[in-house]
């Protein structure tokens, strides 16, 4: 079935450090891919999103680009905050494309400190 | 405008007791999803509903738990007869249709005892 393989954390930065974390997928088709983040504490919050190969989500200062040919959906941002501090997931659509029915990766724990 | 609410955002049950938990979704919002974050792992789905019906339940436990959306009124998740395993957060997240991105509440967090 499909599944999300995303790197394991912690993953401790310091403020302004370029930030990579890895996302890679398994699936039929080419279903729309999501990041979203999750604050202490809260709810997980959508980042951003790609519905097709090629595409590039951004948002915050954060990107990551749909790359069919590697099943891959990196995330990225070039100078981290301590603000950015947080759980961060890579999601795919599951069952009939429906962005309801999503199928998360483990997540990635991030802590910038200043 | 109020997100989606959920209560009560900590619950504690005994093993063999009941759990319901609720989720208001966006106002608006017909469109209501639960999921089940077990510790140290991603969220998985449990339920999709709209407005008094059952669209998808294949990530149900096929015992103990159900789900309703009724016309008037919060979303309910229900566990009966919790035990230890049912301890999670669990997430409510609503969307005005199948095609948007879903909004996600705080999380009701289930301690069974």
């Known amino acids: 079935g499909d599944s999300v393989t995303q790197m394991e954390g912690p993953v401790t930065l310091s403020e302004e450090a370029f930030l990579t974390i890895n996302c890679t997928y398994t699936?039929?088709?080419?279903?729309?891919l999501f990041w979203y983040v999750q604050y202490p504490g809260e709810g997980l919050q959508l980042l951003l999103k790609a519905t097709k190969a090629d595409d590039k989500g951004s948002n915050k200062g954060f990107e990551a680009t749909y790359r069919k040919e590697t099943t891959s959906f990196h995330l990225e941002k070039g100078s981290v905050q301590v603000s950015d501090s947080a759980v961060y997931f890579c999601a795919l659509a599951g069952r009939g494309g429906s962005q309801g029915n999503l199928i998360f990766g483990k997540g990635t724990k991030l802590s910038v400190k200043p | 405008n109020a997100g989606v609410m959920q209560n009560p955002r900590h619950l504690v049950r005994r093993r063999g007791q009941e759990a319901r938990l609720r989720c208001s979704p966006v106002?608006?919002?017909?469109?209501v999803y639960w999921y089940r974050q077990l510790p140290e792992e991603g969220l998985k789905f449990m339920v999709y509903l709209q407005k008094e019906n059952i669209i998808d339940e294949s990530g149900m436990p096929k015992e103990r738990f159900s789900a309703e959306f009724p016309k008037e009124g919060p979303s309910i998740l229900r566990i009966q007869q919790v035990v230890r395993g049912d301890s999670a957060a669990y997430f409510c997240?609503?969307?005005?249709?199948?095609?948007?991105?879903?909004?996600f509440g705080n999380g009701t967090r289930l301690t069974v005892t």
């Open positions: 997240a609503s969307s005005p249709d199948s095609n948007s991105p879903l909004h």
């Open positions: 106002k608006g919002h017909s469109h």
């Open positions: 699936a039929t088709g080419y279903p729309s």
